[in-house]
């Protein structure tokens, strides 16, 4: 079953409409990121994140917006960084507090 160029439901960011968009522009460019992120990519999901931009026509108001195609390890990737690092910044606000409160203890001794 071919599946090419047909529509998915998608929230424009203009109306709010859950709808079908169809695809007003699809650019063959394949994008990269930067350079400077590769490192950061490489080590996130194993390679450089590359992506490709489409522009949708909203079937409600009839403004258009990107949406972005790529390989579904990227954002799974991303999505595991961001909890990694709320998890860390967690545990760093938890030990930021522990040493307030024993530099408080240390000044009234």
């Known amino acids: 079953m071919s599946y090419q160029g047909a529509a998915f439901k998608i929230r424009c960011p203009h109306c709010d ?27 996130i999901v194993g390679r450089d994140l590359h992506y490709r931009n489409r522009i949708r026509k909203c079937s409600n108001c ?19 960084e961001v909890k990694k690092l709320e998890n860390e910044n ?7 507090a522990e040493v307030g409160s024993t530099l408080i203890k240390l000044s009234i001794a």
Request: proline letters at 2%; hydrophobic letters at 30%.
């Open 17 to 43: 409409d859950y709808e079908s968009h169809e695809v007003y522009k699809s650019d063959q460019k394949i994008y990269h990121w930067g350079n400077e992120e590769v490192p950061m990519f490489e080590r």
């Open 62 to 80: 009839k403004k258009t917006f990107s949406t972005v195609e790529m390989v579904f390890d990227y954002l799974e990737g991303l999505i595991n």
């Open 90 to 96: 967690k545990d760093l606000k938890s030990s930021i």
